[in-house]
């Protein structure tokens, strides 16, 4: 017959985890900080004469006080954005008006067709921000769906699923180009 | 007819707890790893806007954060959105000490990869966003972000 062992009561301990793990619990933030990131433009040096950029190479959107959308002159609207933006950068049509294209070799790419179309984005003071950060948003994704074009034409994979090394190619064979212009003091708040 | 075993003579053996703290270790831990204590008191509101194209932010101990958006205590500080740093309010001029103040706090190496993260609310005008925008300019801290939630699309 086998003796009764004697057992240490580790109930107890339980308590003592649980007191800890309601601690961290209460404490903890589960939210990664994620978000839309850009690089600022250094300050304008006024003794260095800003480039010249082909008045066709520039795509401008405008977005005024009140939450309405200019693109290149024309009123427009945030949920055709994308699209609009999608095809004014890639000028499939070849248009005049449009951006530019030009043929150069890529390592891992061979030659493809570089837009020179750079969007310049302007708002005014009294924009809201969420808009302004939709208008940020649907240029990015404008840029992420020309990139995973890109990736399925010469790869046949999704941008996100390609190795460091061709995403590097297909960055500089679709470079993301957005400035943001000068702010000037219009509109008040 | 089914017949139901009587409790026979022999003790039953309590279920062993000793398992349980295991357990609750397990969850300890995993929330002690993904734990990050609230370093600052909000004093104001952010409701940060949605987006879909979103990136996580690399590297959290580079990450200097401004909040902007309407105080939270409006009956004394009034509805206009403003600026947070640290734990007060900040006007934009303070924008360009704190930047400063946060690149000594890191590592020598490290101070070119400090990002600041803007937390805007959503309703605020981008007339201070601006402000901030090219105060950062000025100081020289390009990397920012503009902080969203991720929306999922259809």
């Given amino acids: ?189 | 007819m089914a017949r139901f075993k009587r409790k026979g003579k022999g003790r039953l053996p309590g279920i062993s707890t000793a398992s349980l703290p295991d357990i609750i270790f397990m969850l300890l831990f995993f929330f002690m790893v993904t734990t990050v204590m609230r370093e600052t008191t909000l004093i104001v509101k952010v409701k940060v806007p949605d987006a879909t194209e979103v990136q996580k932010l690399e590297r959290k101990s580079l990450v200097s954060y401004i909040y902007i958006g309407p105080p939270l205590r409006s009956q004394i500080f009034g509805t206009e959105s403003r600026i947070q740093l640290n734990d007060r309010f900040a006007s934009v001029s303070e924008i360009q000490n704190f930047i400063v103040a946060e690149r000594e706090a890191r590592d020598e190496a490290d101070r070119g990869l400090l990002t600041a993260s803007l937390k805007v609310d959503q309703e605020t005008k981008m007339g201070i966003v601006t402000d901030v925008k090219q105060e950062l300019r000025r100081i020289g801290a390009f990397r920012i972000n503009y902080s969203t939630r991720r929306r999922i699309d259809k």
């Fill in chain 1, 1 to 189: 017959m086998a003796r009764p062992v004697n057992e240490i009561n580790a109930g107890s301990m339980a308590d003592i985890a649980f007191l800890l793990l309601i601690f961290f619990l209460v404490t903890t933030t589960m939210d990664v900080d994620s978000g839309i990131i850009r690089r600022l433009p250094p300050p304008p040096d006024p003794t260095v004469k800003p480039p010249d950029i082909k008045e066709r190479n520039v795509i401008n959107v405008l977005v005024n006080s009140r939450d309405a959308l200019l693109v290149e002159r024309q009123p427009s609207d945030i949920k055709t954005l994308r699209r609009q933006m999608h095809d004014i950068i890639a000028n499939f049509s070849n248009r005049e008006d449009w951006p530019e294209k030009r043929l150069e070799t890529i390592e891992h790419l061979g030659e493809v067709w570089v837009s020179r179309g750079i969007v310049s984005l302007k708002n005014d003071r009294g924009t809201s921000y969420n808009m302004y950060i939709q208008v940020q948003n649907e240029l990015t994704s404008a840029f992420n769906d020309l990139r995973n074009e890109m990736a399925m034409e010469k790869f046949g994979l999704r941008y996100s699923q390609l190795p460091n090394e061709w995403k590097e190619a297909v960055n500089k064979a679709v470079p993301v180009a957005i400035s943001e212009a000068e702010p000037e003091d219009v509109g008040g708040k």
